[in-house]
């Protein structure tokens, strides 16, 4: 992306009131990532200054002396502001064994043929399927579907995300859900004379409840059931996971006899339950456009490539314990993904069609 000086100042007045779309926040990062050191693990206020200041020679900006607090314009502002998120990013970024980042510069070099071989992101697709068997594509062009509630032809319907698929589906009692690849809600066409409002979920499945203090919402996932009136959670209970995980964003919920309070999250395996501190951001990434990884091994992020871009990935047992940790737009084509991860040096992806092999570099 080419600027010329007004654009870019104002896009740092953007930034600087947080008015900035998420490609700009990316873009301005990738500006002070150009001048990050190899080891950002403790970056210290006058090594960022240092950063910023070779941004400055870099970039034709207005100048940025520091002036008396009353006085400061909304572009010193923005420059603090700057300065401050960059630390937190750094600290962010500092990985056990790789760091792979998202930033808008295409011209950052990769494997050519990760690049030539691409492979394009899920999209908005999923299908309803009634009780009759008989199936319903959703539309393609729209992010979302609302079910009438119709009580003349009560009937179980199930929404399905496929495999490189996402979708949201408003139940008939007005609740929201968000599906993720590979994933699924089953419910009554209407809860009209029922007691309980009760849904079954696969895969990964983002719920916001229409509250009605008459009649519990039950959503029934992989081993576990969780009970809520109105609140706001996750839930994953991908099949090929070792755990179920729900995490709450607003409200409380029952988690089988456990219950969890906002930004905690529940982690079911081998039929025990362990309630944690969960990282919010980091789970509900795939709903706002992002992966976000943090010290993941390096197994499980393919599970979550696989699913999202409908690939199978073949990944040599030396390397999938591997830890990294990052942010990328889940909008990119995988070759991106993986020319990012492969800049920590120690790995190499090939793609032949929808397969992938990754093998220690």
Request: net charge neutral; with cysteine.
């Amino acid at each position: 992306m080419v600027m010329d000086k007004k654009e870019i100042e104002q896009l740092l007045l953007r930034y600087a009131g947080g008015t900035c779309s998420k490609e700009e926040i990316a873009l301005v990062e990738d500006w002070y990532m150009q001048f990050r050191p190899n080891d950002r693990n403790d970056l210290q206020e006058e090594q960022i200054e240092q950063y910023l200041s070779a941004m400055r020679k870099e970039l034709p900006l207005i100048d940025i002396a520091p002036l008396p607090q009353k006085q400061a314009p909304l572009w010193h502002v923005g420059w603090s502001r700057l300065r401050n998120g960059l630390a937190a990013a750094a600290a962010i970024a500092a990985v056990t064994l790789g760091t792979w980042l998202y930033y808008t510069n295409e011209s950052a070099s990769g494997n050519q043929g990760v690049v030539n071989n691409d492979i394009a992101p899920g999209h908005n697709t999923a299908t309803l399927t009634l009780a009759n068997g008989h199936i319903i594509n959703l539309d393609t062009n729209k992010t979302s579907v609302v079910v009438i509630d119709s009580v003349k032809t009560l009937t179980m319907l199930t929404a399905s995300a496929p495999r490189g698929g996402t979708y949201q589906v408003v139940l008939p009692d007005g609740t929201k859900a968000w599906l993720n690849a590979a994933s699924s809600i089953k419910f009554p066409s209407s809860f009209a004379g029922m007691n309980q409002r009760r849904v079954e979920i696969t895969g990964e499945v983002y719920l916001e409840v229409h509250k009605d203090k008459t009649r519990p919402f039950i959503a029934e996932s992989k081993g576990q059931q969780v009970e809520v009136l109105g609140t706001h959670f996750n839930i994953n209970a991908y099949g090929d996971e070792g755990a179920t995980k729900t995490t709450l964003l607003e409200g409380s919920v029952k988690v089988n006899n456990a219950i969890l309070k906002p930004g905690q999250q529940s982690i079911l395996s081998n039929n025990q339950i362990k309630i944690t501190k969960a990282n919010t951001a980091e789970e509900l990434a795939w709903k706002e456009g992002y992966f976000r990884f943090n010290e993941e091994k390096l197994s499980g992020i393919m599970k979550t490539l696989e699913r999202w871009y409908d690939v199978t990935i073949i990944l040599d047992d030396k390397i999938g314990n591997k830890q990294f940790s990052g942010k990328i737009a889940r909008t990119r084509n995988i070759s991106r993904v993986l020319s990012m991860m492969e800049e920590t040096n120690s790995i190499r992806f090939t793609i032949e069609g929808r397969r992938i092999l990754a093998v220690e570099k």
